[in-house]
């Protein structure tokens, strides 16, 4: 079974030059497991900068490529990255309510939006216990105009985050789990051996005119509000969602 969850796959394409370069550039083979993990995993919270990508289900060479990403693509880069290092990982599919992305999506694109987001965590063999990883989504200075914005530590969701305390947030990778959209799961599918699997059966957020829609317009206009709130902040916060 530990065969399975290093194998290599059409999303997973960590033999793609671009992954093997950037793993030999990190020199992230000579880590120690658990500090491995920990490298990886903080250049894809925030090396990979939070962004919608064209399609969930893109590969993981795309992902690196964009330099941004969201739940289900930066998962998809981090489980190609750890499988190209020889560590188990496998996915967790679920789907999310769509009020954790408001203000992320401007108000006027709330409309558009599924009610429920297909969402996904990787889980990851450490020590012969599997951890939940998913607090890569977010990368750390766009949490951080959030939580300028909104000061108190009760729970939180909005602007892509779903936490129990947003002034602490389970974020930190440290040898166990960490969340930052967990708060607002709405359905778990169960765990998939490769996300190829949990695609070919849920398909993606969108289809038809709306998916044609968001890959060419309104992601980019998505893109655009995350990248001015990284800037500049959040102007005039409303109240916690």
Known sequence: MTTAYLQETSLLDFSHNSIQQLISDKHWRVLPTQD????????????????????????????????Y????????????LLRALGIP????????????QRGAIPAYLMPLAPKRILHSWVEVQLADKWLDIEGFIIDQPFLRQVQQAYGDCGGFSGYGIAVTCLQKPQNEFNGGNTYIQAEGIADDFGLFTQPDEFYAKYGSNLRGLKKLLYRYMLRHLVNCNVKRIRRLGIQKPAKSY
């Open 36 to 67: 491995t993990i920990a490298a990886v995993y903080n250049f894809v919270r925030d090396d990979i900068l939070f962004g919608y990508n064209a399609d969930d289900s893109i590969p993981a060479s795309q992902v690196l490529a964009d330099g």
């Open 69 to 80: 990403g969201q739940c289900n693509t930066k998962s998809t880069l981090f489980m190609a």
């Open 89 to 100: 990982c496998r996915l967790h599919g679920f789907s999310i309510f769509n009020a954790l």
